[in-house]
């Protein structure tokens, strides 16, 4: 079983809808988490952290569930320019808070 | 936000050359640089865990001496891919962090396609 699980997509959304989407981890003792972003053919960039109480960054929302042992992430109000792959990474201290990344899930917003 | 340089962008080599890549903190000073290779449709795998000043870390069932990492200063690290195969064409990516603590954000160069003839 894979550290760091996705659905790989892709999520074929209409321009304006919500999208929403899983990440299970496996090791229990992850600390920290978050979603980056990766357009095609181009290096990942942070989106947002993860935190316990869950967050929002506009019209993002990220959960984190640590007793199912998933995060999620909600794009509300979907864009064109949200189509990409976004990718679930965990850390957790006892590796160095070493980056475990999913194999993403892949988002395209149509309109 | 801080950059990340990496060089080449693109590199097409034939079977059997060494091909370096550079990975470069334009901004700050990385004691620690992380590279990763991403095989297409797939994650992010580290390969190893660059060190300012002392040895790289690799990961398990990466070879070291296929995969020469040196981190001479504060703002370069360089990956040598030696004897490439074409089995080693991929997307090479380094990352930074900011800083001593580990906050979780990496700083991504803009990676590197290797294609081996």
């Known amino acids: 079983r894979k550290e760091v699980e996705q659905d790989p997509g892709p999520f074929n959304v209409p321009e304006g809808a919500t999208v929403a989407f899983n990440c299970t981890y496996s090791?229990?003792?992850?600390?920290?988490f978050f979603w980056y972003r990766q357009d095609c053919r181009k290096e990942p960039k942070l989106l947002m952290s993860v935190y316990s109480s869950g967050n929002e960054d506009g019209r993002f929302t990220a959960q984190l569930n640590r007793a199912s042992q998933y995060i999620s992430l909600l794009i509300r109000d979907s864009k064109l320019s949200d189509s990409a792959t976004y990718l679930c990474v965990v850390a957790y201290r006892a590796a160095g808070n070493k980056l475990t990344f999913g194999g993403g899930t892949r988002v395209l917003v149509k309109p | 936000g801080a950059v990340v340089s990496q060089h080449p962008s693109w590199v097409i080599c034939k079977s059997g050359t060494s091909v370096k890549i550079e990975c470069r903190s334009l901004d700050f000073q990385a004691t620690t640089m992380f590279w990763y290779r991403q095989f297409p449709k797939q994650s992010l795998m580290l390969m190893a865990t660059?060190?300012?000043?002392?040895?790289?870390?690799?990961e398990q069932g990466v070879e070291k001496d296929k995969f020469l990492i040196n981190h001479a200063s504060l703002t370069l690290s360089t990956l040598t891919v030696t004897s490439a195969h074409p089995e080693d064409s991929s997307f090479y990516i380094c990352s930074a962090r900011v800083g001593l603590r580990n906050t979780g954000e990496l700083f991504f160069g803009e990676g590197s396609r290797l294609t081996v003839l």
């Open positions: 090791n229990s003792a992850s600390q920290s």
């Open positions: 660059s060190n300012e000043g002392s040895k790289a870390t690799y």
